[in-house]
T-cell receptor, first 116, second 115 residues
């Protein structure tokens, strides 16, 4: 059973043309993350939502935005994709609470973005 | 913030031999250390994790050890098989300045098991 779903799996866009990637989850986790992973590199956290609270990483470009309309869905918007934004984008979820709560991150299959 | 160093970046072993991947972290407040396996073109998948109140954890052929004093943790795979070939990422979780838990990944180790 799919737990973290990403659509589309492959996305091709043109330089400068806005694109939206989507993520949904059936785990009812309160935290959702977006990572960018380039070839042969570790996943790099772009931002995450803790419930409705948005937490942007300091080095995430303004070109990247996110929306979380409800617990299940989270979107990654790239306003003006550049060639350097071509990568795999991974969505992940976790259940977080204070103390020693379960913190495993569950990753979606990713969306591979190509910028022409 | 947290800094996680991982080595080696590539590792080749003969089938049946053991593989060891080592990571160090900088933030002594880190309290959770997962290991992910990522096959080519697929999502990272958790294979084992350890919390800061435990020194060692084992799951069949996979084990993880944690030395809090030295701030390093290691992944041990015994009796390696060709299907163990993948990229392995270590990670450390810590609390960032905004009060949020954050996971920082190592650069990854590409493991090749030679039949």
């Amino acid at each position: 059973d799919a737990m973290v779903i990403q659509n589309p799996r492959y996305q091709v866009t043109q330089f400068g043309k806005p694109v939206t990637l989507s993520c949904s989850q059936t785990l009812n986790h309160n935290v959702m993350y977006w990572y960018q992973q380039k070839s042969s590199q570790a996943p790099k956290l772009l931002f995450h939502y803790y419930d409705k609270d948005f937490n942007n990483e300091a080095d995430t470009p303004d070109n990247f935005q996110s929306r979380r309309p409800n617990t299940s869905f989270c979107f990654l918007d790239i306003r003006s994709p550049g060639l350097g934004d071509a990568a795999m984008y991974l969505c992940a979820t976790s259940r977080e609470w204070s103390g020693t709560g379960v913190n495993e991150q569950f990753f979606g299959p990713g969306t591979r973005l190509t910028v022409l | 913030g947290e800094n996680v160093e991982q080595h080696p970046s590539t590792l080749s072993v003969q089938e049946g031999d053991s593989a060891v991947i080592k990571c160090t972290y900088s933030d002594s407040a880190s309290n959770y250390f997962p290991w992910y396996k990522q096959e080519l073109g697929k999502r990272p998948q958790l294979i084992i994790d350890i919390r800061s109140n435990v020194g060692e954890k084992k799951d069949q052929r996979i084990a993880v050890t944690l030395n809090k004093t030295a701030k390093h943790f290691s992944l041990h795979i015994t009796e390696t098989q060709p299907e163990d070939s993948a990229v392995y990422f270590c990670a450390a979780r810590f609390m960032n300045s905004g009060g949020y838990q954050k996971v920082t990944f190592g650069i990854g180790t590409k493991l090749q098991v030679i039949p």
